[in-house]
Structure formats: structure tokens, C-alpha cells
């Protein structure tokens, strides 16, 4: 119940594509998620987040969807570039928890 | 936002020795976190670090292997005792300042 499933692994995308990663989660305590992106060699960096008060946020190109009823929530990435190559990892926390669970992680490809 | 740096930010070690891992940030925080991250692969919390507290572990993970101290607010070490192989990875400090977790360079400990 604590997971957040997150798929692709990986994903290539056309550069002026849209980009879309998808997480799933059980827990229904869970109040906040936040996107992270991080480069070979960085830590993560809080990309997006999204509280379940709202269905979608966006930031730029990058938008969060929120669908509390079936618990799942995604990142769109639009107009991609290549800049975006990247690791992708979605996470869950609930206001009662410091911890935040994490998806497993996408590699995201932008071919130019 | 939070300034993380890290010290070492990489290192080749031999096995049965020890490594102690710096972590500084750039203003006061109460909850700073590590985490190991193997390559290609999601964020695996180590343990919790308070100031004034003993650190709490997460299962798999003990304090005589990774011993943590946190003489203040802003400063934090890691150490990975009687290092073996399955040891090589990437260590990431992060801290939590209002609703964000911000991480660190990481790093990256390769053991021989």
C-alpha cells in the first residue's frame, strides 16, 4: 500500500513531442507529489508537485495530472527538447510523514 | 530553495575500509535525510538525521554499518563502515525546508 508504480522504465520521444510518464498509488493518505528530475551525475531536483485539492498544475511545459478517484496522476512534458533527457521519478507523501516514496524512475530520451 | 553541497563528490575505496560522507547546507534545517541511489535505479531512504536525536534507520539498514551524525543544523555525515562491494553506489544527503526536499550532488562510491 506504501508503492507508487510508475511506468514507462524508458521513453523516447521526438523532439517537439510530448512527453507522458505515469505513477499509481494505493495509499490514500497520500497528500502531496512531487516530480523530481535528475541528471547523470546530479541529485534530483523538485521539478512539479501537485496536492490532490487540485486536477491539474502546470509550470511552463511541464503539467501534472491528478485523478484522485483513480488514484493515478501523470507528468506531460510538451514541446520536449532535447535539454529534457533525463531521469523522471514521481513520489507520494502523506502530511503525517516526513517520508517520501518514490516511483521507480523513467528515462526519458529526446531524439532531435 | 536549499544549497546542498557534498563532500567527497566521488571516491575509490578498498574493501573493510571506512568512508565518511559530508554534508553541508547552506542555511539551518531540521530534517535532513540520506539515501543511497544504485545506478539506474530509484532513491533508497538510509536513514533520518535531527539534530539533537539519534538517527532513525530504515529496515536494512543499521547504525553500525552507517553511523550518522548531525552536530548541528546545517551539517551532516554519513559514514560507510567496513565497506564491501555491494556498498558501491551513490550517496545523496537531502534536506526538508517547508514543503520541499531538496537534494545534494551526491556521492559516489565505488568499492573494490
Known amino acids: 500500500q506504501q508503492q507508487v508504480k510508475q511506468s514507462p522504465q524508458s521513453l523516447i520521444v521526438q523532439k517537439g513531442g510530448i512527453s507522458i510518464i505515469n505513477c499509481a498509488y494505493e495509499?490514500?493518505?497520500?497528500?502531496?507529489f512531487p516530480w523530481y528530475q535528475q541528471f547523470p551525475g546530479k541529485g534530483p531536483a523538485l521539478l512539479i508537485a501537485?496536492?490532490?485539492d487540485v486536477s491539474e498544475k502546470k509550470e511552463g511545459r511541464f503539467t501534472i495530472s491528478f485523478n484522485k478517484s483513480a488514484k493515478q496522476f501523470s507528468l506531460h512534458i510538451m514541446d520536449s527538447q532535447p535539454g529534457d533527457s533525463a531521469t523522471y521519478f514521481c513520489?507520494?507523501?502523506?502530511?503525517?510523514?516526513?517520508?517520501?516514496?518514490w516511483g521507480a524512475g523513467t528515462k526519458l530520451i529526446i531524439k532531435p | 530553495s536549499a544549497v546542498i553541497s557534498q563532500k567527497p563528490s566521488r571516491d575509490i575505496c578498498q574493501r573493510g575500509t571506512s568512508l565518511t560522507i559530508q554534508c553541508q547546507v547552506d542555511?539551518?534545517?531540521?530534517?535532513m535525510f540520506w539515501y543511497r541511489q544504485q545506478p539506474g535505479q530509484s532513491l533508497t531512504l538510509i536513514a533520518t538525521?535531527?539534530?539533537?536525536?539519534?538517527?532513525?534507520?530504515e529496515s536494512g539498514f543499521v547504525i553500525d554499518k552507517f553511523p550518522i551524525s548531525r552536530p548541528n543544523l546545517t551539517f551532516s555525515t554519513l559514514t560507510v563502515s567496513n565497506m564491501s562491494p555491494e556498498d558501491s553506489s551513490i550517496y545523496l544527503c537531502?534536506?526538508?525546508?517547508?514543503?520541499?526536499?531538496?537534494f545534494g550532488p551526491g556521492t559516489r562510491l565505488t568499492v573494490l
Open positions: 537531502s534536506v526538508r525546508r517547508e514543503d520541499t526536499q531538496y
Open positions: 542555511s539551518q534545517v531540521t530534517m
Open positions: 538525521a535531527n539534530q539533537g536525536s539519534e538517527a532513525t534507520y
Open positions: 495509499n490514500t493518505a497520500f497528500d502531496y
Open positions: 501537485i496536492r490532490p
Open positions: 513520489a507520494a507523501r502523506s502530511g503525517s510523514n516526513y517520508q517520501l516514496i
